[in-house]
Structures are given as structure tokens and as C-alpha cells.
């Protein structure tokens, strides 16, 4: 049988359950027997579970010797950071997986590279690692993805974590498929939640896909380290208690092993500071309701007024108004601020997968009708530029500004 | 110069529902398209084709029916299109797919550049682009959004970072990831589309790519999939009455208090 999941014909008594409790659909009755297309099928297993009848069975692959796995010990952080300064998504990383470690009664490590960033290492104590493997290099001084990953590598092969996470950000992204690949590891992207399985104490990886509009729960039963990159904005970052105490352990690292075939020739920083969607608290997002590139300067001053960062949606970046970096939605970037006003955005379902999971949603839209008021906290039916100034007026008057 | 793309068949929409009574996705009526990200880098692959010269090659791994999207590849300008195809392939995670995908450029043989688009619409884990790279050995540069300069050998691209953009040089063969910012794609010419309706598309088997089967698959699949749930629908709250002033006023008492705790 070189099918990974197959029906047994003479146990299959015709019944559907296992149609019903396909999620893909991947299952149709040909007469009186169950016939699963392998083309849509995941072998996600929820049809094994269902039949009553033991008419299906999937290819199992060997369990992994209990004591390899065992081997594999603490939950290992990534600490990303940028010209020494170490990025707020490592904190929340660390306050997760404080909680998992924890629960796995393991320790929390995080693992920072970087050139002259010896310092940051205390931040991270005090943030809730009860260590840090430190490697400081010149050659590490910003992001390169091959000494990145090689280092990496080198630090998970010589001292085998249990759970290693990261940013799912652009340099987490690029970095950790690298390593996973190598190390052989199981990677799930993109988390939005994380928790341990208190019976195998695997790590459950929660997930969206398809833009938001579906949940996985993911696990790597067979494979150690259990590796994720982790959304931004979505765990909580932790607190820092400046008389934590950890150990800073220095690695050495073969001289070799930092090579890069890529060469960095050129970086421009985006002259906008508030460009870091990612990061943002608050978003001021404006579409094709604003009508005319010059009106993005209104929606930029109520921006500045209330600390927020500028996006737009798609069809404001096609015309032009904006450059893409700004561009929130399916193609552009997927954020989870405290708030997110959306002004003059119709709420295309392509823009909602890039904003629906931001904890207050304003919209501000002419058409009544707008999508975007079925996932709106507060709506204001109107012209965005009408409104705009309003608002910029009274919540500088309210926060003093 | 040899431009192999890598590209995914996605459903069109990701407006997927699942149906409560019967826990299924709801496909129905939905249609499948190549993945919007890899349809720049088909473009960008043929734009450099016009540039310096050269070939391009689709290559997509999936059932018989994503044959479909090599046929839109060549559409676009693509030479070529080869079906990566084998029911070993099924339940294959970014592990697998990456890994799949490599045996058959190793196939290939002689690409110069590899391009993926960032990610996928339906799984987006933008994994497997550099996944190719670790299989094969190979250079990245991710999130470009800037071909600069294309020479033998040698390649320099910009790449899209949180905090700003960087430009990296790399040696040729290696792998890129593309951003919608490169380029505006070209609708299919007529020429294209009788091309792509002639195009003989080869389909390679795992034994074709001579893949090692415990790395396919479910086999060679790290992760597993247990459980896909609808997460719970977001309610549409409260629509401010009144004149504009008066919802300005308003709006500022209720988000007043969260405003000042985001920039504290």
C-alpha cells in the first residue's frame, strides 16, 4: 500500500461519519464505500477518529525513541535586535516562554547575537531568562541570514533546546525556516498561541490560515527542537524585575562558521520613524476615501497627534498615495495594534486578514453598507476627511498636545 | 541565464468558511488561482529573462490538476513548466515540500536564479523559499523588492526590511523571495496563451527527482496538523449617532484613556 491513508473495504459499512468529520472535504461515497482524495486530503487524521468501524487507517510513522527526545531540555528565545537595541517582540517572546518553561519545568534561555551587545544580556535576565548564550561578533553586528543561521545551528546541535522560538518578523522568518531545515526540525509559522500539552507535553502551536478566517493547532510529536516563529503584538510582553538573577554564558563559535556568501552594500533607513507597523500601538489606516494622495497629510497629523503609526489599504498603495511599506492587508502586512482606525477603507476581506485581530477598530466610512462596520468597535458613518480634522482637534485638545 | 520560479496553486479567495454542521471548509464555487505573491515572481523572472536573456521554468509541486498553473506561468512568458506529482507527496509540511522541490532543481540542474513569491495565500508561512536554499546549499535574499543588478555570477537586490530597505550583494546560483512592490505583472498575450495551451508539461514522479522517500510526505513531515477550528466571528459593535462634532467628542472619551496607556 504506498497510499499514506486508505479504506478498508470490507470494514467500511457506508455510514458518512467520516465524510462529516472531514474539515476538507476530501472524502466521497463511491456506492456503499468511503473513497478519500488524496489530492485535498491532510492526513490531519480527524476521519480515523471518527469511523467507528476501523475501516480507516493512515500510515503511522514510527514514534521517536522517548530518550532521544528526552535529551532536549529548555525553551530557547531568539533574541532579535536591531543596532544593539533588542526589539520589543523579544520581550513578549520571553514572557510566553517563561509560561512554557514553566509548565515544562525547564528553563528559559535566550539566545542573542550581535556585535558589542553584551549589555542587552542583563535586559533579558531581568525579563525572565534564567540564562543567555551570548555570541558577540563583529560579524553579527546586523542581521546576515547565513552567519544567523549558522550560529544558531551550531548553538542548538551543541546544546539541544526543547522549544525554540522566534519573531515572526522579517528577519525571524528568514532566519529560523533556514535552521529548521537543517537541524531537522518541525517549524510552525506565524503563531498566535502557544501551550503545552499536559499529557505528551508537546508544544500546541495555534495558527491562522487562510488569512485569519481558519485555525490549526499544529504539534511536532517526533522531533526535537519544537521550533515557531511567534506574531507580533499578540503575547504579552513580560516585566522587568531588575533583581532577577541569570547566567550570561559566552559562546565561542568557529571562526568559519561566520562567513556569508551575501555581502550587505547598502542600507536606507525609512525615513518615517512610524513605519513599523508591526510595532505600532495604534494605526491610522486611510484608503480610497481620502480621495487624493495630498489628503493623506490630514490623516498623517492625526497620526502624530495620537502617537500612531500610517497605513493604508491596497487600494491606496496601487494608486500610488503611499509607498507599500504602509500597505496593511493579504499582500501587504498582517498587525494587531490596540487600535486601529481605519479611515475611508471599505474593508476588503483582504484588508481585514491584515487588521481584524487589532483589539479596538474604528471605522470611518461614507457608505453605511461598508464591510468594515460589521467588525467595527466604533463606526462613524461619514466622510473620513471631514471627520479627520475633528478628530485631530479634540484629542489634542484632550491629551494636551 | 536559467530562472526557475517555484509556484503554488492556492484557492482563490481566503474568505474559506467552515461549515458548523459539518466541520468541512466550505470550497464550493472557489476557484484555484497560482498564489498571488508567486505571480511576481513569474513576472520578475521573465523580466529578467528580457533583460539578459535566458529561460524561464515554472515548476510547481501539487496534484494533477495544479498543472493549471504552469499553463498561466507561460502564459505570462514562462518556457516552460514541469508538475511535480506523486501521491508521496501527500500530507507534506514546509519541511517536505521544501525539500521536494529541491530534489527536482537539483533535477534541473542548471538554474542561475530561483524565485519564490514571499509566501503562500492559504498557509503563509513564507517557509519554504528559504527551505529551497538550506536543501540546496544556496544563498537567500527575502523579501525583495528590487532587482538592481543581474550580471554572470552576480546578483544585487534590495531587500524589505521592517525598519528600512538593505542591498545585498549574492553569487549566483541563489534563491529569492519576492514582495509585491518589484513590479506590476502583465496580463497573459494571446501569443502566451496559445503557448500555454500547447505546452507539453512533463510530470515528475519521486522517483523522477530520485528523492529519498523518508524525507516525503507524511514521512518526512515534522509537523502535524491536529486540530482546524473557525476562530470565533468579530461582532460589529457600536455605530456613533450624531453630528460629526458630536461623534469627534465622543469617540475621544472612549478612546482617550487607551490612547494614553498605548504611548505611556
Known sequence: MSDPIWVLSDKCVGCKLCVKACPFGAIEMEGRLARIDLAKCTLCGACVAACRFEAIEMKQKAAADASDLAAYKDVWVFAEQTDGHVESITYELLGEGRKLADDLGMKLCAVLLGSQVQEQARKLIERGADYVHLVDRPELAYFQDEPYAAVLIDLIRRHKPNVVLSGATTIGRSLVARVAVSVNAGLTADCTGLAIDPETKNLLQTRPAFGGNIMATIITPNHRPQMATVRHKVMKEAVADPARQGQVLVEAIAGQILKSRTRRTAFVREKESTVNLAEANIIVSGGRGLQKPENFEILREFAEVVGAGVGASRAA?????????????????????????????????????????AEIIVAINRDPDAPIFNIATYGIVGNALEILPLLTSEFRKALGK | MHFVVCIKQVPETTDVKINPETNTLIRDGVASVVNPFDVYAIEEAVRLKERVGGK????????????????????MGADAGILISDRAFAGSDTWATSYTLSAALRKIGDYSLILCGKQASDGDTAQVGPGIATHLNLPQITYVRKIEEIAEGRIVAERLLENGCESIESPLPCV????????????????GKMAARKAAIPTWTAADIEADRKKLGLDGSPTKVVKIF????????????????????RLVELLKETIIAANA
Open chain 1, 317 to 357: 498603495v496601487d494608486a500610488n498615495w503611499i509607498p507599500y511599506s504602509h500597505q496593511v492587508g493579504q499582500t501587504g502586512k498582517t498587525v494587531c495594534p490596540k487600535i486601529y482606525f481605519a479611515c475611508g477603507i471599505s474593508g476588503q476581506i483582504q484588508h481585514l486578514a491584515g487588521m481584524s485581530s
Open chain 2, 56 to 75: 524561464v521554468t515554472a515548476v510547481t509541486m501539487g496534484p494533477p490538476q495544479a498543472e493549471a498553473v504552469l499553463r498561466e506561468a507561460i502564459a
Open chain 2, 230 to 249: 473557525t476562530p470565533p466571528a468579530r461582532e460589529g459593535g457600536e455605530v456613533l449617532q450624531g453630528e460629526p462634532h458630536e461623534c469627534a467628542r
Open chain 2, 176 to 191: 529569492l523571495t519576492v514582495v509585491k512592490e518589484i513590479n506590476e505583472p502583465r496580463l497573459p498575450s494571446l501569443k
